[in-house]
């Protein structure tokens, strides 16, 4: 038996700038974060005792003889990528709900190839974990999805991640002093709007609109660099940092109709008329979670106006994907 535990993430500037329909012909960067909110997967080789081949347990439990009956996209492609021809028994468990805009379907497929690797002998670099990752979700599953999820997933940490160019993909991490480091995650807020959607609907839109949002995704690459400059000089209050946010989230609902809604709109100005410096609604939008940056010593007046809205609290992953758990026995049936 394995069992991975893989952090999702917060992205703060860069979202869309991912897309390869945009990276590949532009250059394309992400400014974020790993959490320490987990997805777990445990694996394990399924005994040949019963009807079926395959147990597959999630949101739902589904149990098939074959590779090609599993319903769920992710469990389906990585076991035909990683050539599985074994029963399998695989579960899922998250701290947090899927389609909420952390990259918990990323999470997903990053923790299932690093679990599976380890269970069937390939053990993979982390590198190759998000590369591979990427691969399922954009060219199998067919996926409207970035790059950035499955790298935050599999490296962890705070990290520059640029795209585009010969490395296609590489990753720049932000070495802060512990006190800066601190003072950052001491002014965010995060919050569940308690609305899910389809990340892959909405972020269809978004790449459709590409060719016509050249202006929009420049200024949101700008926005990379001008957060990491603030972010690594000591000098700069973290004002600066909370402010751009908020330039951040008006330019990104100008990429697509469906990333804000009038109730989130609602939540964004309720934060800000409490406190607030900026912020953003994470992931691809139309629900999930959603982020403030305000002075600490704010925070519970923020929390008091957003009360119908459920507080998680969170801190930074900085190890990224892991094997928490291997068992002594491998021996395939």
């Excluded at 050249?214 to 926005?223: A, G, Y």
Aim: charge should be positive.
């Amino acid at each position: 038996m394995v069992i991975s535990r893989t952090p999702f993430r917060i992205s703060f500037f860069g979202g869309g700038t991912d897309y390869p329909a945009w990276y590949q012909k532009n250059d394309g960067a992400v400014l974020s974060t790993a959490i320490n909110k987990y997805c777990y997967i445990t694996c394990r080789y399924l005994p040949p005792f019963f009807k079926y081949k395959h147990r597959i347990v999630y949101s739902k439990n589904e149990t098939v003889s074959e590779i090609a009956e599993i319903d769920h996209p992710s469990v389906r492609e990585t076991m035909r990528f990683l050539n599985i021809d074994k029963g399998l028994e695989i579960h899922h468990d998250g701290d947090l709900p899927s389609m909420s805009g952390l990259g918990s379907s990323s999470s997903f497929t990053v923790g299932l190839v690093n679990a599976l690797s380890i269970l069937n002998g390939t053990p993979k670099t982390k590198r190759e974990i998000a590369m591979n990752a990427i691969h399922i979700e954009q060219n199998m599953i067919k996926e409207n999805v970035g790059s950035q999820d499955q790298t935050a997933a599999a490296f962890g940490g705070l990290n520059r991640i640029n795209f585009g160019g010969d490395e296609e993909i590489s990753i720049k991490p932000l070495i802060l002093s512990s006190s800066r480091l601190e003072s950052l995650q001491n002014h965010l807020l995060l919050f569940f709007t308690g609305l899910s959607r389809d990340a892959s609907r909405i972020a269809k839109e978004q790449i459709t609109n590409i060719k016509d949002r050249d202006v929009e995704l420049k200024l949101m690459h700008r926005l990379v660099d001008e957060g990491e400059a603030i972010l690594k000089n000591n000098r700069k209050g973290l004002d600066e940092f909370g402010k751009l946010l908020n330039e951040g989230w008006q330019i990104k609902k100008s990429l697509s109709s469906k990333i804000s809604n009038p109730y989130i709109d609602d939540v964004y100005k309720a934060g800000m008329q409490a406190g607030a410096l900026g912020g953003k609604l994470l992931g691809a939008g139309g629900g999930g979670f959603i982020l403030f940056f305000a002075k600490p010593e704010l925070h519970k007046k923020i929390k008091s106006k957003l009360k119908n809205l459920l507080f998680v609290p969170f801190r930074f992953d900085h190890l990224g994907s892991r094997i928490i758990y291997t068992g002594n026995d491998f021996e395939k049936f």
